[in-house]
């Protein structure tokens, strides 16, 4: 344990080490100098598709000019690798629009493209994971089940004095009101399906990603999430955590 604890010491008091937080921030540097480099002579090569002016790079997939215009640069100038068609924008990545065939963009410094068969393999194996822990868990449950309980005679819940009454007030019944009353929510479950489904053209679908169907952002999320638990239920979709987000995948 000493001859450990030596060796530990001896690394952290090597000056190569002590200094390697300053080699992380020269890197850092570097790889910034080489993507303002690599964006102004990609740039170079276009104008503007509004105003045939200059442009930079304001953000990823994302450039502005000078007249206001900001456009994606990957889908105003190149053109698929596999069909020389029109790119469109996906979730995780540019799509041929003809082939639907995954194609990198020039126009992102470093790129990570979402792997579709290595999520599916992952996604796969974890459902099977989650599937085979329930049936260990309903075994175990069987196993420890307590037996049956016979019953002499009826139950007669007036043998109990006052258990009626205690029972009504622990569920409430004594304080319900008979005054009816309808709250018309404007939810209408088939048209967020018919909008989740049309959202799933390619297969998968990030939650957030799904635009608004009514005015209201968080009472809309809402009934998208309950539309979504629906949906699930019903082996339509299939819903997995990504991050803060959910991923949604057709079946």
């Not at 200059?54 to 450039?63: D, K, L, R, V």
């Not at 822990?133 to 109990?160: A, D, H, N, Y």
Request: with cysteine; aromatic share 10%; proline share 3%.
């Amino acid at each position: 344990m000493r001859k450990e604890y030596s060796n530990v010491s001896k690394a952290l008091d090597n000056p190569l080490l002590e200094e390697i937080h300053f080699v992380h921030a020269k890197i850092a540097q570097l790889k910034q100098r080489t993507k303002r480099f690599y964006f102004h002579v990609l740039l170079s090569k276009y104008n503007c598709p509004k105003c045939s002016g200059e442009f930079t790079m304001a953000n990823q997939s994302q450039c502005l000019c000078s007249c206001g215009n900001i456009f994606d640069p990957t889908l105003a100038f190149q053109k698929s690798t596999c069909c020389g068609a029109q790119l469109v924008r996906r979730t995780f990545h540019y799509a041929c629009s003809r082939c639907k065939k995954t194609n990198p963009s020039r126009f992102i410094f470093d790129e990570r493209i979402f792997d579709r068969k290595y999520f599916s393999r992952m996604m796969q194996a974890s459902r099977e994971k989650a599937k085979k822990k329930k049936e260990e868990m309903i075994k175990f449950l069987t196993e420890v089940r307590s037996g049956e309980l016979p019953l002499l005679q009826e139950p007669c819940l007036e043998s109990v004095p006052g258990l009626i009454a205690d029972l009504d007030h622990f569920v409430g019944a004594d304080e319900a009101d008979d005054t009816g009353f309808a709250v018309d929510s404007g939810f209408m479950m088939d048209d967020y399906r018919s909008h989740i489904l049309s959202a799933l053209d390619f297969g998968s679908r990030l939650f957030s990603s799904i635009n608004c169907v009514s005015q209201d952002p968080r009472e809309d999320k809402v009934w998208r999430f309950v539309t979504l638990i629906f949906m699930q239920h019903d082996r339509e979709i299939e819903l997995t955590q990504y991050d803060n987000d959910l991923l949604i995948e057709s079946i």
